[in-house]
């Protein structure tokens, strides 16, 4: 048991047991799946400032503050006692292509080489770090929510507007991969 929780599910797993979570958390209590709004139910609680954006009752949505808390503790339990100690394996082509932009360290899941503090330092990791980072919480406030609410919810409940911002994450994803980040990896 201890190594099947070890090794990466399949999809055909993994996915189900992702989307089984849609009607679950529907049929439990009328909730939604979604992450990105436990930080402005953090900031409301946090902040006793009169901000309107955070002026509501934050406490409805307590449950989605404990579920953001899970998914942390879980991530830090399979870090900490499920983690498989062979190496990760990373697909040949990908690996020559990172070669080619000076990304040689593979020993954890992001390259050592883009993500450390003194990476941060130069403008490389500026870029990816920082500015990434700050598109990334732009973009999800821009678009009403997060890749797990549009892409798992939103779609899962036929909801339109969750169908244009997943194409949007997936035409972002595939210019970002193919066209922007071969630019910041050069620089």
């Not at 599910?9 to 436990?38: D, E, H, R």
Request: charged share 10%; proline share 6%; aromatic share 12%.
């Amino acid at each position: 048991m201890l190594e099947w929780l070890q090794k990466p599910w399949p999809w055909y797993v993994a996915g189900p047991l992702i989307g089984l979570m849609v009607p679950l958390l529907l049929l439990v209590g009328n909730k939604t799946l979604g992450v990105s709004s436990s930080l402005r139910h953090l900031c409301a609680a946090s902040l006793p400032s009169k901000i309107p954006y955070f002026t509501y009752d934050w406490k409805k949505e307590a449950w989605n503050l404990i579920f953001v808390t899970g998914i942390l503790l879980g991530g830090w339990v399979a870090t900490r006692f499920l983690s498989h100690p062979d190496p990760i394996v990373v697909n040949d082509h990908l690996l020559n292509k990172l070669q080619q932009y000076g990304v040689t360290d593979h020993d954890n899941l992001l390259p050592g080489d883009l993500f450390n503090w003194p990476a941060l330092l130069s403008l490389r990791g500026f870029t990816m770090i920082v500015i990434g980072g700050f598109l990334v919480g732009f973009g999800t406030r821009y678009a009403g929510g997060c890749t797990s609410g549009h892409s798992i919810m939103g779609l899962s409940n036929l909801q339109v507007p969750s169908l244009i911002a997943t194409a949007c994450f997936m035409a972002g994803g595939f210019i970002m991969t193919h066209f922007i980040l071969p630019f910041i990896l050069s620089l």
